[in-house]
């Protein structure tokens, strides 16, 4: 997959058509979810046919028209918030890739009508919208290099993962974050307090490390 295309294509869409995802489409991203489940110890799924989205109580952040959703659930520990992020984003780019459409969702929906549940001693942490949208979205406003990295003159593979990060969702745009060159491949990133802040810290560490190529040693 072509990642920074990916990214620079994919939109939060919150506006669904009426169709169902084609039986192939969602065998293989079941397939590809399985995978992940099985590498981060998530206990991620595809979740077809519900409508959850549509009476939810404040008007802001609303989903229409989408009876589809990824559930987004993993091994309750200190770290499964973040690695719902990273691990949430890979399927948000491969949904990209397989010309569907996804939305992030932390709240706006109705949780007593999700009928899945997670195995024990997994949590629960949020859900991602996921159909074929009316449209492929909108670009969001977002920051500069200077904006989220404390390290300036950096490597050309640091400059590609901060060039991604920059295309990263986030909880209402916050984009808190601030990246940092420590070592030769070690990097730093911090984030300030906000809704979802650590899941959104997830899914930049992701795109970073998806536009730099390479595996990242994190401090």
């Not at 979205?137 to 050309?156: I, M, N, W």
């Not at 984030?191 to 401090?219: M, S």
Request: charged share 30%.
């Amino acid at each position: 997959m072509d990642y920074l295309k990916l990214m620079q294509e994919r939109h939060s869409v919150r506006k669904y058509l009426d169709k169902a995802i084609e039986p192939e489409k969602a065998a293989e991203l079941n397939a590809y979810i399985a995978e992940l489940n099985e590498k981060y110890d998530m206990s991620i799924r595809l979740v077809e046919g519900e409508h959850i989205f549509e009476k939810a109580l404040l008007g802001y952040g609303v989903i229409k028209g989408c009876g589809n959703y990824i559930y987004i659930s993993g091994k309750d520990d200190e770290n499964l918030d973040e690695r719902a992020g990273y691990v949430g984003e890979l399927i948000v780019l491969k949904a990209q890739d397989m010309g569907l459409n996804t939305c992030w969702v932390g709240g706006f929906f109705r949780k007593k009508s999700v009928t899945y549940s997670h195995p024990s001693g997994h949590r629960f942490v949020l859900v991602i919208a996921i159909g074929y949208g009316e449209n492929q979205g909108s670009v969001a406003k977002t920051k500069t290099f200077d904006d989220v990295s404390l390290t300036k003159d950096a490597p050309e593979w640091y400059k590609k993962g901060i060039e991604a990060v920059l295309l990263s969702p986030s909880a209402i745009n916050q984009k808190k974050w601030k990246f940092e060159l420590v070592g030769e491949d070690k990097v730093k990133v911090t984030t300030a307090n906000g809704p979802f802040a650590t899941v959104d810290l997830g899914i930049a560490k992701c795109h970073f490390e998806l536009g730099a190529n390479r595996q990242i040693e994190w401090e």
